[in-house]
C-alpha cells in the first residue's frame, strides 16, 4: 500500500506536468531562461576570481635589508618574516648579483647604462608573498618593526584594487543569485496555482471524502520539483554550449593571450554548477509549489 502510494504521487506529479503543457512549457522556458543566466554569471565571476587570485599569487612585497646586512642577520631576518601571521612560507632571497642582472633586463635596449656599475649597489633583499590581501598594511608595519630593514617595496594601490574587485565579484554574484530564486519561485508557483485552480473540484471531492493536506499537496510538490530537475538538466546544457564557445574564442584573443591567464574549463565548472542547479531546481519546485498550495487551497 505504501509502495502504491508514492507511486500515485510521482504519476500524478509528472502528469499535472504534461497535462498542463503550455503553462508548464513557459515556466520551463523563464526558468531556463533565469538560471542560463545565472549559470553564465556564475561562470564569468568564478573565472575572474580565478584570474584575481592568479595576479593576487604574483603580487608580492620586497623587504630590502640594509646594505652591511650580514648572512647570518639575514638568515634571521628570514625566519622573522616568514614567522609573521599572513606570509607564506619559502620567502625567495635576491642577491645583489640577480638585481643588477634583473635591472639590466629591464632597461632592455638601455642596459648599456648599467655597465658603469657593480652589483655591490644592490642590497640583498626578500621576495614576500602574502596569503591574503588584506593583511598587506599590517604585514608591512610588522616587517619595518624587525632589524636591518632598509626598506619595502609594493605596489600598493593594486594589491588593494584586487581585494575590492574579488570582494565585489562574490556581492554581485550572491545578489543575482537571491533575485533569480525569488523570479523562479514566483514563477513556479504561479504555474502551479493554474494547476490547483484547473483542479479545484477535484481536491474539494478529495478533501470530503477525508484526504489529508500532505496527501493533496504532495503531487503538486512533486510537479515543482520536476519542474526544476527538467530546467536544470536543460540549463546546463545550454550553459556548457554556450561557455565552451565563448570560452575557446577568449582563448584565441590577443588581450587574454598578452594578459597570460587562464581560463578555467566547463569541466572544471561542472560539478558547482549542476550542484547549484539540482538545489535550485529541487529547492525552488517544492517552495514554489508550497507556496501555491497555501495561497490558493486551506492546507
Known sequence: MRY????????????????????????????????????????????????????????????????????????RMKNEIESIEGVVPGIKLVTP?????????????????????EPTIFSYSYIVTLADLELNDSI?????????????????????????????????????????????????????????????????IMKYVGATNSFVRTPFVIEGIVIGIISSILSVVLVGGIYNWCANKMRLSDTIQKMNVDILSFNELFTQIILVYVILGVGIGIIGSTISMRKYLDV
Not at 100 to 108: C, F, G, H, S, T
Not at 166 to 178: D, E, P, S
Open 4 to 75: 502504491n502510494v508514492i507511486g500515485y504521487f510521482i504519476s500524478e506529479g509528472f502528469r499535472n506536468v504534461f497535462k498542463n503543457k503550455k503553462s508548464a512549457f513557459s515556466c520551463l522556458g523563464v526558468m531556463c531562461a533565469t538560471m542560463l543566466l545565472f549559470g553564465l554569471f556564475f561562470a564569468i565571476g568564478r573565472n575572474i576570481t580565478h584570474m584575481v587570485d592568479g595576479i593576487e599569487d604574483s603580487q608580492a612585497i620586497r623587504v630590502f635589508a640594509n646594505v652591511d646586512t650580514s648572512m647570518e642577520d639575514l638568515e
Open 140 to 204: 608591512q608595519e610588522k616587517i619595518m618593526e624587525l632589524d636591518n630593514i632598509k626598506r619595502i617595496s609594493s605596489s600598493n594601490d593594486t594589491i588593494r584594487a584586487l581585494s575590492v574587485i574579488g570582494k565585489w565579484i562574490r556581492i554581485i554574484t550572491g545578489i543575482l543569485l537571491a533575485i533569480l530564486i525569488v523570479i523562479s519561485i514566483f514563477i513556479i508557483s504561479n504555474t502551479i496555482k493554474l494547476t490547483v485552480h484547473a483542479r479545484r473540484k477535484e481536491i474539494s
Open 97 to 117: 648579483e640577480e638585481a643588477y642582472n634583473e635591472m639590466r633586463e629591464r632597461l632592455e635596449d638601455k642596459a648599456y647604462t648599467m655597465d658603469t656599475y
